[in-house]
């Protein structure tokens, strides 16, 4: 099985920085099969990232995902009060077909 | 738009069997797309339980495969969740989803069912 490692646990920023989530894989993947989401308190979460660097219907651009193999990362570049939440990277594995997801990152204000 | 809401028992008792439902709008479980469950324990991350294609084939979680079954009612556009022998580490939020245009990432979500297991 694949395991999803996300680094950091917790981020703690100020409105208007810039974030960067880590989301690292135990064993190389296919960078269609990665995706972030974001969930808020009581909420179901929102997929934001797909393929590892697309951005779902409705996202802002002040999202973006990369990276390829084992590394991804997804960037919010100016951060807006509503972005403080917690972050979840996800991936699809073919042996078995299965979605595995991360731990999770708490973006906090700072 | 595609709207999912999932229905079902707030309380079971230990070693019952868990059934919801998922009602959907906006898309037809018949036609195309993967459908899932996933649940989320309170204060913790996201488990994908398992998933159903239009055409019925299923695929499970390997920690949950014995006790799970999802399975589709065409008839009433909606799909469900069973979970036998439940326990209190299967208290959680249970959410169905369904996959996105491209596949491997789930685009739509239900609200989410707290399901809680006590005597």
């Known amino acids: 099985e694949n395991v999803l490692t996300q680094s950091p646990g917790t981020l703690s920023l100020s409105p208007g920085e810039r974030a960067t989530l880590s989301c690292r894989a135990s064993?190389?993947?296919?960078?269609?099969?990665l995706a972030w989401y974001q969930q808020k308190p009581g909420q179901a979460p929102r997929l934001l990232i797909y393929g590892a660097s697309n951005r779902a219907t409705d996202i802002p651009d002040r999202f973006s995902g990369g990276g390829s193999a084992t590394d991804f990362t997804l960037t919010i570049s100016r951060l807006e009060p509503e972005d403080f939440a917690v972050y979840y990277c996800q991936l699809y594995g073919s042996s078995p077909p299965m979605y595995t997801f991360g731990r999770g990152t708490k973006l906090e204000i700072k | 738009q595609v709207q999912l809401q999932e229905s079902g028992p707030g309380l079971v008792k230990p070693s019952d069997t868990l059934s919801l439902t998922c009602a959907v709008s906006g898309a037809s479980v018949s036609r195309d797309k993967w459908w899932s469950w996933v649940r989320q324990s309170p204060g913790k991350g996201l488990e994908w339980i398992g998933e159903?294609?239009?055409?019925?084939?299923?695929n499970y979680n390997p920690s949950l495969k014995s006790r799970v079954t999802i399975s589709l009612d065409k008839s009433k556009n909606q799909f469900s969740l069973r979970l036998t022998s439940m326990t209190a580490a299967d208290t959680a939020t249970y959410y169905c989803?369904?996959?996105?245009?491209?596949?491997?990432?789930?685009?739509?979500w239900g609200q989410g069912t707290l399901v809680t297991v006590s005597s």
């Open positions: 989803t369904r996959d996105g245009d491209r596949g491997y990432s789930l685009a739509f």
């Open positions: 064993q190389s993947v296919n960078s269609d099969y």
């Open positions: 159903i294609c239009h055409c019925g084939i299923t």
